[in-house]
């Protein structure tokens, strides 16, 4: 019998192939450019982090001997590893909640106002180095902003190194990377907001809810779970990977490594050392902490409206 379902199945499968033929055409360009561009790259890296290769030789079996070497043996990897970790559990739920806050806040207004604030809190995401400024205002001199301001008012004698010292590196980056945080997700959470079905809440009123914060728990929310899932990960996958914020206040690599991330470390040894097999180690860890998050997420987020 078991033989014969699955014989069934794959009948039924080829006969649904056969009927939707045109469908899949059209998805076969995409499929290929990400299949070659995005699912062919990760297998290799997988595959290299378990070999020694140095950009000139062929690729070297080693077996897990990379993944010793990170976990044993390279102390900078692990105070990366603790940064990354600090930095996501701060940064990811926080712009999150405020991309989210924001939009719900900024959907009540009419829509010319609506347009104009989405794209004031929009524009530091899409500027640039735009938050270069912040070098000028966390300047280690007297005439850096916050020091000009707290020496003026008699807080400090003289400037601190903000952006060298290690005391207040990673806190200025996380401040940093919160200040560009209302990105795609922001965005997502307007068109998520703008496209809810108003009857949703006159069937609610009638079944008994009373505010909004029962709206926004029973009807908001779970009519936004798509929106939100892809806010999760796009918030996530930026709280893991910050490296440009970091690089460009605190140097790299930064003082005792205060700022260095995960990412950093792989742009060490992947753009610097062109030791591809560790690198590719790196970006094999780094890959499934950013996956394990995500399912995480995807499963709270299954929880909302319950």
Not at 25 to 32: E, G
Not at 51 to 61: A, D, I, K, V
Not at 129 to 134: E, Q, T, Y
Not at 220 to 225: G, H, I, N, Q, Y
């Amino acid at each position: 019998m078991q033989p014969q379902s699955k014989t069934t199945k794959l009948n039924t499968l080829v006969q649904d192939m056969k009927l939707n033929k045109h469908s899949y055409i059209l998805l076969a360009p995409f499929f290929i450019i990400f299949f070659l561009f995005t699912v062919l790259p990760v297998m290799m890296s997988l595959a290299l982090s378990f070999t020694n290769f140095n950009m000139l030789e062929f690729p070297r079996w080693t077996g897990w001997d990379n993944y010793v070497r990170l976990f044993v043996k390279d102390d900078v990897f692990l105070i990366a590893l603790k940064n990354t970790f600090l930095f996501a559990a701060v940064t990811g739920p926080i712009s999150y909640l405020a991309c989210f806050i924001f939009a719900w806040l900024i959907n009540e207004l009419p829509p010319k106002i609506r347009a104009f604030i989405t794209l004031i809190l929009y524009a530091p995401s899409i500027a640039g180095s735009a938050f270069m400024i912040w070098q000028i205002m966390f300047n280690g001199d007297s005439y850096g902003y916050f020091n000009s301001f707290l020496m003026q008012w008699g807080f400090i004698s003289e400037p601190i190194l903000w952006l060298q010292d290690p005391k207040y590196m990673l806190g200025i980056v996380m401040v940093v990377q919160l200040w560009l945080s209302l990105g795609t997700a922001f965005l997502a959470f307007i068109a998520g907001l703008q496209g809810i079905d108003q009857t949703l809440f006159e069937a609610g009123a009638m079944d008994g809810i009373r505010n909004r914060w029962q709206e926004l728990w029973f009807i908001t929310l779970p009519s936004m779970r798509p929106q939100l899932m892809f806010g999760a990960v796009i918030q996530l996958t930026t709280s893991f990977a910050v490296a440009e914020v970091s690089i460009s206040l605190t140097g790299f690599p930064s003082t005792d490594y205060a700022a260095h991330t995960i990412v950093t470390h792989l742009m060490d040894y992947g753009t610097i050392r062109f030791e591809m097999g560790y690198a590719s180690a790196i970006a094999t860890v780094l890959f499934g902490l950013m996956l394990g998050m995500n399912l995480v997420t995807q499963r709270l987020l299954k929880k909302v409206g319950e």
